[in-house]
């Protein structure tokens, strides 16, 4: 999928992934991008930095109604990319670990869910267009430490694939997006190497231009989803020991 010409809604795009997006996206010649924000003053200085380009949409992905007045707006949309996240560390023993696991089902999975409901319709009637998911390769290991987050952005990886199985009959292309630590705000306290966003914007990019439908950005997504692949329990089995022995050394 080529991004020349397209018309991109992309959320969480005044930060970390969201924003690279954004200035790797207007590279490639995307023709306009919705910027889907929370707070419209946080993209002040990428509006004036690419007059006539960019269009901002307030959009908390957990609002019903942001969402409804998005698709109202937003008829336009070609390629819509679900960037939004959010990551609260903590172990399951925490008292706090439901409500958090709530709090990241709700922006890592219900509101990926409800953009997609409301913009397939649209997307459909533009030709069928794209869907691009950022989830984690968090989403396949038990990541220690980000218990409910694994468990949000496993949920995500199963909202893609079940889209591609029922919007490609509309001809709608569906990528999904893998990456390990990035260096943003959200994964700051994560103690790992860790690529830059635009590292994660450039090799998406490649991605969509070769089709792929599930896109590794980085070394460490792409060494653990080969384990992952070949021999799930042993990541099981892998991350367990790390945890015990992060638990030891503490």
């Not at 009959?169 to 190497?193: C, E, H, S, W």
């Not at 892998?238 to 638990?247: A, E």
Request: without cysteine; aromatic residues 6%; neutral net charge.
């Amino acid at each position: 999928m080529e991004i020349k010409n397209q018309i991109i809604l992309i959320t969480g795009a005044n930060r970390g992934i969201g924003r690279a997006y954004v200035e790797e996206f207007l590279k490639d010649g995307a023709k306009k991008i919705y910027l889907g924000v929370r707070d419209p003053d946080t993209v002040k200085e990428l509006l004036g930095k690419h007059p006539g380009k960019l269009e901002v949409l307030r959009l908390d992905v957990t609002s019903p109604a942001d969402i409804r007045a998005a698709a109202e707006k937003a008829k336009d949309v070609t390629l819509l990319i679900s960037n939004a996240g959010l990551l609260e560390s903590g172990a399951l023993s925490d008292k706090e670990a439901p409500s958090r696991g709530r709090r990241e089902m709700e922006v890592n999975y219900f509101g990926p869910l409800a953009l997609l409901n409301a913009f397939a319709p649209i997307l459909k009637n533009n030709g069928g267009g794209g869907f691009l998911g950022v989830s984690s390769i968090a989403g396949f290991l038990p990541f220690p430490g980000l218990s409910t987050y694994t468990a949000s952005k496993s949920a995500m990886h199963f909202l893609l694939m079940q889209a591609r199985t029922e919007l490609g009959l509309q001809g709608t292309k569906v990528f999904g997006v893998y990456p390990g630590p990035v260096d943003t705000d959200m994964a700051r306290d994560i103690d790992m190497p860790k690529v830059s966003p635009e590292h994660i914007a450039k090799e998406t990019l490649k991605g969509l231009r070769e089709d792929r439908e599930d896109i590794l950005p980085d070394p460490y997504a792409q060494e653990m989803y080969a384990l992952y692949q070949k021999d799930p329990k042993e990541v099981e089995r892998k991350m367990r020991r790390q945890f015990q022995d992060m638990v030891e050394a503490a």
